[in-house]
């Protein structure tokens, strides 16, 4: 071969590599992948909850890789368990930094851990999109690179207490349990009653996981509330209404989304009776069963053998579709500092909401309709929907 020909080979040989290079350039992007990591709880007593919300991402993520990808890029997703717990978390989200280097984070299932992991995230300028984690402080005030598509604890709490007074409450008690996640829903709690000019009838803590809440339910009776609401998760909330049925307290009790599952209350109560009055508010908008979702319940099944599926499965998915609109648009040319702005505008409506995801600039908790459930005639059943109003 001459020595042009060496030499223009050269050339063309050095310019696909600097092509090559700048497809690249960005963290966790190549010319054919995009690197996605999550981390929530995948074991531990919260796992339940958390791994079938990053299972929806997931499924949704591989749905759009079997259809081609985007902008010719499939999505590699990694997910790191937390356990829900402080220390770990942080450790997951190290990992996720520093090992896997992803393009964003979609994750973060458990309050707890998502605290101790915001700095780390922070200071990594990394997008970051939350699953499932409730706590005020994650988007609150408005941080650049965090948004959420999971109802902030404020408007659980703000939506509960509104629906309440919508059927015409007027006494109203609160049952909260004392962790982190408790504590950030009864502060808004109480300045939500505040700002109405309400003073709760009777205001009691439970431990997360109580073995008998007769003692605090037989307290709030005697004040004899017309409604009560509760901050608590499944280990505290089956105990309070088995124990609340048993000594026929049966006022409208509304719940939050951990407790709007409600085929595990009935299971947990073992009885349908003991959810006579109760009302849960989920952030999804379909119960599992509804035909609406049966595109997807077929897609999880499928997916993940070993899971039914549920609300927490809609969660995620509603974040891996959110997350797919933001890459769609960005276009091929994908940088973080593009998918930032684009998710800071971004309004669309999910297949699992009963009410449009949008962010704005100035509020990046971006779902704020929560539709309302029901036992009726042994089927869960939408009567509702809630939208907190501070």
Known sequence: MSKFHLLGATAVALALAC????????????????????????????SNLTRP?????????????????????KIEFIMEDDECLPAKGVGAVRKILHVHRPFMIVGGGCSNAAIAQKPEIENAKIPWLILGSTADSLSEPVNPY??????????????????????????????????????????PMRAALQAKGIEAVAMEELSPEPTDTTPAVLRVQAQKPDAVILMLFPKAGIPWLRDAYKLGFLPLTVGPS??????????????????????GLST?????????????REIIERRFPDSKFSSWHMVGIAAGQFTVEALKRAGPDLTREKILQILSTLEMQPDTYAGSLKCTPQDHQCHKTLAAFAMKSGKVTRVGVAVPRR
């Open 258 to 279: 951990p407790l709007a599952e409600l085929e595990t209350m009935v299971k947990g109560t073992r009885t349908e009776a003991a959810l006579a009055n109760f009302v």
């Open 19 to 46: 092509s090559s290079a700048a497809q690249s350039s960005e963290v966790g992007v190549t010319s054919d992948k995009i690197v996605i990591a999550g981390m929530t709880a995948l074991t531990g007593s919260a």
């Open 284 to 296: 999804v908008g379909y119960e599992a069963e509804d035909p609406k979702m049966a595109k997807w």
């Open 53 to 73: 919300q990053i299972r929806g991402a997931a499924a949704v993520f591989a749905e759009i890789n079997d259809a081609g990808g985007i902008h010719g890029r």
């Open 146 to 187: 965090i948004f959420t598509t999971y109802t902030a604890a404020w408007m659980e709490g703000y939506a509960q207490l509104q629906y309440a007074l919508d059927k015409g409450a007027k006494r109203i008690a609160l049952v909260w349990q004392s962790d982190a996640w408790g504590k950030a829903r009864i502060d």
